[in-house]
């Protein structure tokens, strides 16, 4: 994922001389070749994440197109006002690309874990959330948005998928039919959630899956493909490397909000995850499996 | 010529009381504290350079100065802080007239970095002015701008600080000359009250060809020119006076 980062920014900036990169002191080895090929355009800003973004929105006054890029909770929480005041109060065109999605980084514990970084974001005007969890997803959005004008965040994270999957800005893609339960899944658990919908297709138990690489905005056709869903099987489950507050439970809770359903959310609850170890352990801890979907799908009565 | 502006200054002063009474609303002080400096620049700055207010409180005195100088209209200052209005308590970006959004501190100054930055890196002529507070010399992004603009080699930003003592209370912004110098950068003590003197300081030629970026520490009086506020600057720091202070005002204003 992070490679494809590299390889579709030193494309694209190569094509488009707006594109200026300021990076937070990490992945220096993974953009040599952006720094050396339009040393002019790329700026390592050291461990000042809140002049930072500012910075980048001054650049984004004058025509530019920045990315900005480190670690997620480095450039979200830490410098939410700065994203807020500066990006999208100003409606300013920076991209945001972090790496180091919800638990990745595990063994360093609960200061580089971010799980709240899509609910705070979800909450402000003009902002938009791309999820991509696939070389290929990434590549495809951010060529298609990153010059959109509006202020943007890439979640990237660090384990990807095999599916074939098709994204479109602002799209939902329906990965699997079915008839009993709306399973809607973001990041890499897009996987767990096709590989429980095969197995449970088997028992009788048959799913849609739907996909969602663009967190905000979501089209309005997509949301009509979402409420045509919960209104069928009237059950969804939701699966997120994410805080279960503010993130994708939520957002599908607001688009079905006509609609009479039952809602089971696997996600990170409301909690500091203090272990260490590997991100499948905490993966497992938390029931973000195939397993830990297809238990609480057999329990969902 | 001297006669010339104290008349503009005495006008535009009479214009920030005015506003902030018809709002009930608005920080006068501050805007007087920043009126000669606001002036100096909107006067001198051609159309290349741009100007960027970080400490946005002091938005009555920068939309009465604009006002004066023809960038907004004046009746327009009427409806200041009014619901419908543009010119809010703080400014907002507005392509022509406000290049920034503010009023969190220590945000106007990073983006003037990056717009100084932009600049650079499109090789356009001119400079960057950005005027902020000794007060919000507090925020760490202050200095994380400060860091990056030596390092970046931004020697077309010019940060005017208006240093007005209101930090008394505080843990204050001392020996802010001697921080800027200390972060590399070329720094130099004004009367901000002097229009003469910071024209000369930052707009004489010499001004212009810096290697490094320039500060000026400007020092002001908070609420200059009316001496109730110059005497108690925290009762007044976000006040409307009534209508009779500001019958008062009037007549040491254009005494």
């Excluded at chain 1, 074939?164 to 009993?180: A, I, M, N, R, Y």
């Excluded at chain 2, 009126?35 to 006067?43: G, N, R």
Aim: aromatic fraction near 10%; charge should be negative; proline fraction near 3%.
């Amino acid at each position: 994922m992070r490679k494809q980062f590299a390889k579709t920014i030193f494309e694209v900036g190569g094509l488009d001389k707006r594109l200026t990169v300021l990076i937070g002191d990490i992945s220096h080895f993974l953009l040599r070749d952006i720094e050396s090929n339009y040393p002019s355009r790329f700026f390592n800003m050291g461990m000042a994440e809140q002049a930072m973004m500012s910075v980048a929105s001054g650049l984004a006054i004058n025509g530019l197109i920045p990315v900005v890029h480190s670690i997620a909770p480095f450039v979200t929480e830490r410098c939410f006002e700065q994203i807020k005041d500066d990006l999208c109060y100003q409606n300013l065109g920076v991209n945001i690309i972090s790496v180091g999605s919800a638990f990745d980084y595990a063994s360093l514990g609960c200061t580089h874990h971010c799980y709240d970084d899509i609910a705070i974001l979800r909450t402000l005007p003009n902002m938009q959330i791309i999820y991509p969890s696939a070389p290929h997803e990434f590549d495809i959005l951010f060529r298609e948005s990153y010059a959109n004008g509006k202020p943007k965040y890439f979640r990237l994270p660090a384990k990807t998928h095999n599916l074939s999957t098709k994204p479109k800005f602002g799209e939902v893609e329906k990965l699997h039919d079915g008839e009993c339960v709306t399973l809607v899944a973001v990041g890499p658990q897009i996987q767990n959630a096709y590989d429980a919908a095969i197995e449970l297709a088997r028992e009788g138990i048959s799913c849609d899956v739907l996909h969602l690489t663009t967190i905000k905005p979501i089209s309005e056709n997509s949301k009509k493909i979402i409420v045509e869903s919960v209104s069928k099987t009237q059950r969804v489950v939701t699966v997120e490397e994410s805080s279960i507050l503010g993130g994708i439970a939520d957002e599908i809770a607001n688009i079905a909000y006509d609609v009479k359903f039952r809602h089971r959310r696997i996600g990170i609850q409301d909690k500091f995850m203090l272990n260490y170890g590997k991100y499948d352990e905490h993966c497992k801890a938390n029931g973000l499996t195939k397993e830990g979907i297809i238990k609480i799908i057999h329990e969902f009565k | 010529m001297e006669i010339d502006y104290i008349k503009d200054l005495k006008q535009i002063r009479w214009d920030i009381v005015k506003m902030v009474h018809h709002a009930k609303e608005g920080h006068i002080p501050s805007g007087l504290s920043v009126l000669e400096i606001l002036y100096a620049i909107y006067k001198n700055k051609n159309k290349e350079d741009s100007f960027f207010l970080s400490k946005g409180h002091a938005s009555a005195g920068l939309y009465a100065v604009l006002a004066h100088f023809g960038i907004l209209k004046k009746e327009e200052l009427d409806s200041f802080c009014d619901y419908d209005s543009w010119l809010g308590g703080h400014p907002h970006r507005k392509e022509g007239c406000f290049m920034n959004s503010s009023g969190s501190l220590g945000h106007g100054f990073p983006i003037a970095a990056g717009f100084a930055l932009s600049k650079k890196i499109k090789e356009e002529p001119g400079r960057v002015f950005c005027l902020v507070g000794d007060g919000e010399c507090n925020e760490g992004s202050i200095w994380e701008t400060a860091m990056y603009a030596e390092q970046l080699k931004l020697s077309n930003l010019v940060c005017v600080v208006d240093d007005n003592n209101s930090q008394i209370r505080a843990k204050i912004s001392t020996n802010l000359v001697e921080k800027f110098r200390a972060f590399g950068w070329e720094a130099q003590e004004v009367d901000g009250h002097n229009i003469p003197d910071i024209e000369s300081l930052i707009f004489k030629d010499s001004a212009k060809v810096y290697s490094k970026p320039f500060c000026v520490v400007a020092r002001t009086i908070k609420g200059k020119g009316i001496k109730a506020m110059e005497d108690d600057m925290f009762s007044w720091h976000h006040k409307a006076p009534t209508d009779d202070e500001l019958e008062k005002f009037k007549a040491e204003i254009f005494k």
